[in-house]
């Protein structure tokens, strides 16, 4: 099929990052030179990712990678980039679990240096399930794979939010609760409220996502569970695999970590998966729907740690409105570029809005 040009992600200059980037390491290695710097094709519109070499006999590692928090000239996704919070979360999660998280470096928060705050990371060799074009695809190599080699990449990926979830300590996750009143979740949601608020503001807002959010008062769990780490962005797109096999070498893109409920991760990890496959269904391929199937995560997981899922209704309907609402947000980002007009139903900007419809309706699964 035909694919519409790749949104655009930043207004910086790579080669001008490289240079800035080689003139503040001098000052934390002196001597060091910045070599080889690229920007991965999967390079996002959150954080910003610049991948480089370190030459100099004192360096901690030579494979780097660098992120950056968003440029505010670029219309960002999200309104806040927290890059210490990050470099906190992986260094706890290595520190408390067996996850292999990179090892973070460098922190530095002041702006100045490369225009906004960033880390540095050890980079990880290997590859990654693509988003463009979608893995559930054909064309790409874990497509290609077979059934029993999707099979081990599944495993794999489940257990890494089973070991996180019951390996980590919730009290070293405190600091991750948004600001507000009630339990985890309802902070979780309120915080959701406000974020589509700010997409919003100024601009036409979405009936169907306010409907989402009036049904997930409807669904809302008798139990919500105990609160867990949540990685945040859980899924495969974020996990380094190995160079020649399906075992994760890495685990990425912590910015949207939480103090929540298990299953705000395990709907999460269901249901981007499902976006990806009903979109692919949609334009006449099979994709892989044997693949990441909810009830063996499910059943899995629950194996695993020994905690069933529960009201997986009204977690997989929530990860469906926070992928809406980041849906919207990035097509009013690119209206904003000149890139797509904003048609006079904002929620036809949703791609997935049949399928998020269908789960307010309860006919979706």
Avoid at 41 to 48: D, K, W
Wanted: hydrophobic share 40%.
């Amino acid at each position: 099929m035909a694919t519409a040009p790749r949104p655009r992600t930043s207004t910086r200059d790579p080669e001008e990052l490289g240079r800035r980037l080689a003139a503040w390491l001098d000052g934390e290695l002196p001597g060091a030179k910045v070599v080889g710097t690229s920007v991965p094709a999967s390079n996002g519109m959150s954080s910003e990712t610049l991948l480089f070499d370190i030459e100099h006999p004192g360096a901690p590692v030579r494979a780097c990678a660098l992120r950056l928090a968003a440029d505010p000239a670029a219309y960002t996704v999200f309104p806040r980039y927290d890059m210490a919070r990050q470099h906190r979360v992986m260094r706890l999660v290595a520190e408390h679990t067996d996850l292999p998280v990179p090892r973070v470096l460098w922190l530095e928060e002041d702006p100045t240096p490369l225009g906004a705050p960033f880390f540095v990371m050890a980079r990880a060799e290997g590859r990654v399930p693509p988003d463009v074009m979608p893995y559930t695809y054909e064309g790409n190599w874990l497509h290609a794979a077979s059934d029993a080699e999707r099979a081990t990449l599944q495993e794999a990926s489940i257990s890494l939010l089973a070991r996180l979830h019951d390996h980590f300590p919730v009290r070293e996750a405190g600091f991750l609760l948004p600001d507000g009143h009630g339990s985890p979740l309802r902070r979780h949601v309120e915080a959701q409220r406000a974020y589509y608020a700010w997409v919003v503001e100024g601009l036409a807002r979405s009936p169907l996502l306010e409907r989402a959010f009036d049904r997930l008062e409807e669904l809302w769990p008798a139990d919500e569970g105990e609160p867990v780490l949540n990685w945040g962005d859980a899924r495969i797109g974020n996990v380094i695999y190995q160079p020649d096999g399906f075992e994760p070498v890495a685990v990425l893109d912590w910015e949207m970590a939480s103090c929540a409920p298990r299953e705000v991760d395990l709907g999460w990890t269901v249901y981007l998966h499902r976006f990806f496959q009903d979109l692919t269904v949609g334009f006449g391929q099979p994709g892989l729907p044997d693949f990441l199937r909810r009830e063996d995560l499910e059943r899995r997981y629950a194996e695993l740690t020994g905690h069933t899922p529960r009201d997986m209704e009204f977690h997989t309907l929530y990860a469906a409105l926070r992928h809406g609402i980041v849906m919207l947000r990035i097509a009013y980002r690119q209206a904003y570029f000149g890139e797509v007009e904003i048609p006079a139903d904002p929620d036809g900007l949703i791609l997935h809005h049949a399928a998020l419809d269908g789960m307010v309706q309860g006919t979706y699964w």
